[in-house]
């Protein structure tokens, strides 16, 4: 599973870094990379929340989650005749720290665009086919297959048993969009042309896999989608990456399903019993006929 983060430069310049599972990485390294003189390497280091890390710290680390920002701020040194920089150097260095706009734990901007524009499982670029699960949370159906039968899932996962968990889901494009663009959404709604990326409420239907916006089924009143017109009815729209109040009303209605199937489960069990005991129950009467018969007969 990859790991993303971003770093924001002296510069006030936001770079994104792609960590590969394989790959371990020191900050040391990191920041060698960044900088393209490497004797002030040592004059500048990398803050999480406000708290500095140790060049020597290994990436990946649980102290930077998924999605996280580190500055790269520069050291403030003592005035000239101490071997540090001068009094104008370090006052430059000083104002350059606190112009720098301190981070949040997780960005709220860049949490919302992953959610949006990557797996929920793998956190890499949806690419299709995707799937949602009975929760509204959408991934690449090849990442959460391979996932399923690894018996890999994470925890938050584990409802997902097998493909009758997942629905296959059709996302429309946005024309002319790059894969590989850093600007944002890849897709939108097909209807109002308003992009997948979080500001904006979406549905998926059930029915027929097309998703669509809340804008659109709101302006446009019809029991059929508005893309193939298939009709659906209202249990059929499933909220894409909703809030915490409408992810409970999905999982209740999802144990209430699981609660239904079982249920029809057992009784399907318990009439395949009672028919197989009725046909044990008339075999051993035509058997029992068929001896009086004989009997009969021979006498």
Same mark, same amino acid.
């Given at each position: ?19 590969? &599972? +394989?790959?371990?990485? /020191?900050?040391?390294? @990191?920041?060698? !990379?960044? %900088?393209?003189?490497?004797?002030? =390497? $040592? ?12 060049? &020597? +710290?290994?990436?990946? /680390?649980?102290?930077? @989650?998924?999605? !996280?920002? %580190?500055?790269?701020?520069?050291? =403030? $040194? ?222």
């Amino acid at each position: 599973m990859q790991l993303q983060f971003f770093v924001r430069s002296p510069t006030h310049q936001t770079l994104t870094v792609t960590l590969e &599972s +394989t790959q371990t990485l /020191t900050l040391r390294h @990191l920041k060698s !990379s960044l %900088l393209p003189n490497t004797k002030s =390497i $040592s004059s500048f280091y990398f803050a999480l929340n406000g708290k500095p890390l140790s060049d &020597s +710290t290994i990436l990946p /680390t649980p102290e930077i @989650l998924h999605l !996280s920002t %580190l500055s790269l701020l520069p050291r =403030i $040194s003592g005035g000239g005749g101490d071997g540090g920089a001068t009094g104008a150097e370090s006052r430059d260095c000083y104002l350059k720290m606190y112009a720098e706009k301190k981070p949040d734990k997780i960005d709220p901007n860049e949490k919302r665009l992953g959610k949006w524009l990557n797996c929920a499982l793998s956190f890499e670029p949806l690419r299709e086919p995707c799937v949602i699960d009975k929760l509204g949370n959408i991934f690449n159906k090849e990442t959460l297959v391979e996932a399923l039968l690894g018996k890999k899932l994470p925890k938050e996962f584990r409802h997902i048993k097998g493909l009758k968990d997942m629905i296959n889901i059709k996302l429309s494009k946005i024309s002319g969009k790059q894969a590989d663009a850093a600007d944002g959404a890849m897709f939108q709604c097909p209807i109002t042309g308003l992009e997948f990326n979080g500001k904006y409420r979406f549905f998926a239907l059930k029915n027929c896999g097309h998703i669509v916006s809340a804008k659109a089924l709101k302006e446009v009143k019809s029991s059929a989608c508005l893309v193939c017109h298939k009709e659906f009815v209202e249990s059929d729209k499933m909220v894409i990456n909703g809030s915490e109040e409408e992810v409970a009303i999905l999982r209740e209605r999802m144990e209430e399903e699981k609660a239904k199937t079982t249920m029809e489960k057992k009784k399907k069990g318990e009439l395949m019993l009672w028919m197989g005991q009725r046909i044990v129950v008339n075999w051993k009467g035509m058997k029992n006929l068929r001896m009086e018969r004989n009997r009969v007969m021979l006498e």
